[in-house]
T-cell receptor
Framework: GDSVTQMEGPVTLSEEAFLTINCTYT??????LFWYVQYPGEGLQLLLK?????DKGSNKGFEATYRKETTSFHLEKGSVQVSDSAVYFC????????FGQGTELSVKP | KAGVTQTPRYLIKTRGQQVTLSCSPI?????VSWYQQTPGQGLQFLFE???????NKGNFPGRFSGRQFSNSRSEMNVSTLELGDSALYLC???????????????FGNGTRLTVT
């Protein structure tokens, strides 16, 4: 069945460091891909999305490119802030949203 | 516009008891999905309701059930609680079923269930 695999956390970075969170997927066909973010004590919220191969989703300085050849959708940000500390989830649309395990990001001042 | 509202926020139950969790979706949203979140298993899909009909179901035992009312509000019920049912239960709503590209899932803040 469809599945999503994310790099394990926690990831700890200093402010202004470069962020990459790896995400790969297994699916039939070419599903839409998403990144959701969960701040402490809250539910998940959509961060960005890509609906077809080579699409780049972007929001709040975060970017991810849909790579069909490597079945990946890695999340990147050039300069993280303390306020980016959260859990990040990669997901695909398999008729229902299927999420990865989540990667906790902690950004230190 | 009010967001997705889940009640109660916290719940403590004893093994063997049953529990009912409630979810009020965003006004106009007809699809409600439920997820279980645990440190070990991550986010696991429980089921989805659309227009009072169950559209999708995850791999959970029959002790987990749900329903949706005509006003799109949804409840999930867990009977004969086990210690392993301790988790954060998240409800999410969207305009449509199965189409998230232009109608993303909006999540509530969850109900934290502890089974002792």
């Amino acid at each position: 069945g469809d599945s999503v695999t994310q790099m394990e956390g926690p990831v700890t970075l200093s402010e202004e460091a470069f962020l990459t969170i790896n995400c790969t997927y297994t699916a039939t066909g070419y599903p839409s891909l998403f990144w959701y973010v969960q701040y402490p004590g809250e539910g998940l919220q959509l961060l960005l999305k890509a609906t077809k191969a080579d699409d780049k989703g972007s929001n709040k300085g975060f970017e991810a490119t849909y790579r069909k050849e490597t079945t990946s959708f890695h999340l990147e940000k050039g300069s993280v802030q303390v306020s980016d500390s959260a859990v990040y989830f990669c997901a695909l649309n398999g008729g229902k949203l299927i999420f990865g395990q989540g990667t906790e990001l902690s950004v230190k001042p | 516009k009010a967001g997705v509202t889940q009640t109660p926020r916290y719940l403590i139950k004893t093994r063997g008891q049953q529990v009912t969790l409630s979810c009020s979706p965003i006004s106009g949203h007809r699809s409600v999905s439920w997820y279980q979140q645990t440190p070990g298993q991550g986010l696991q899909f429980l089921f989805e309701y659309f227009s009072e009909t169950q559209r999708n179901k995850g791999n959970f035992p029959g002790r987990f059930s749900g329903r949706q009312f005509s006003n799109s509000r949804s409840e999930m019920n867990v009977s004969t609680l086990e210690l392993g049912d301790s988790a954060l239960y998240l409800c999410a709503s969207s305009l449509q079923t199965g189409v998230f590209e232009n109608s993303p899932l909006h999540f509530g803040n969850g109900t934290r269930l502890t089974v002792t």
